[in-house]
Nanobody, 121 residues
Framework: VQLQASGGGLVQAGGSLRLSCAAS????????VGWFRQTPGKEREFVAA????????DFAHSVKGRSTISRDNAKNTVFLQMSSLKPEDTAVYYC???????????????WGQGTQVTVSS
C-alpha cells in the first residue's frame, strides 16, 4: 500500500484546510486510517483516526470540535477537514493505515510521506 498525503499549505489563523490521504496498490477499505502530525524535535502525535466503515472516529483533544475525518472507500481516500486553525497546528501531517492502529502510531503498517501545514498568526 502506498499512501499519498496532500492538501497542506499556508493558511492564516482561523482558516481551514482539507487534507487528503489517497491510497494505491491495494484497497484500504478494511484498514483503520489515522492522521498524525510532527514538528521538529518532537515525537509524532496522534490527530485523528477513522475505522474501516467510518462509523467510529477519534480525535486528539487539541483538534476535537474543529476537525472531522471521513473516508470514501470507493475512492480509496481518507479526508481530514480542519477548521479554526491555530499557529500551534503548524506541523507536517502524516496519514497511516493499518489493521490494529488507533491512537498509537505503532499500530500502523503503512505511512504516507507527509504534507506541510503552516498556520500564520
Amino acid at each position: 500500500v502506498q499512501l499519498q498525503a496532500s492538501g497542506g499549505g499556508l493558511v492564516q489563523a482561523g482558516g481551514s484546510l482539507r487534507l487528503s490521504c489517497a491510497a494505491s496498490g491495494r484497497t484500504i477499505s478494511s484498514y483503520v486510517v489515522g492522521w498524525f502530525r510532527q514538528t521538529p524535535g518532537k515525537e509524532r502525535e496522534f490527530v485523528a483516526a477513522i475505522n474501516w466503515s467510518g462509523g467510529r472516529t477519534d480525535f486528539a483533544h487539541s483538534v476535537k470540535g474543529r476537525s472531522t475525518i471521513s473516508r470514501d472507500n470507493a475512492k480509496n481516500t481518507v479526508f481530514l477537514q480542519m477548521s479554526s486553525l491555530k499557529p500551534e497546528d503548524t506541523a507536517v501531517y502524516y496519514c497511516a493505515a493499518g489493521t490494529s492502529g488507533w491512537r498509537s502510531r505503532f499500530g500502523y503498517d503503512y505511512w504516507g510521506q507527509g504534507t506541510q501545514v503552516t498556520v500564520s498568526s
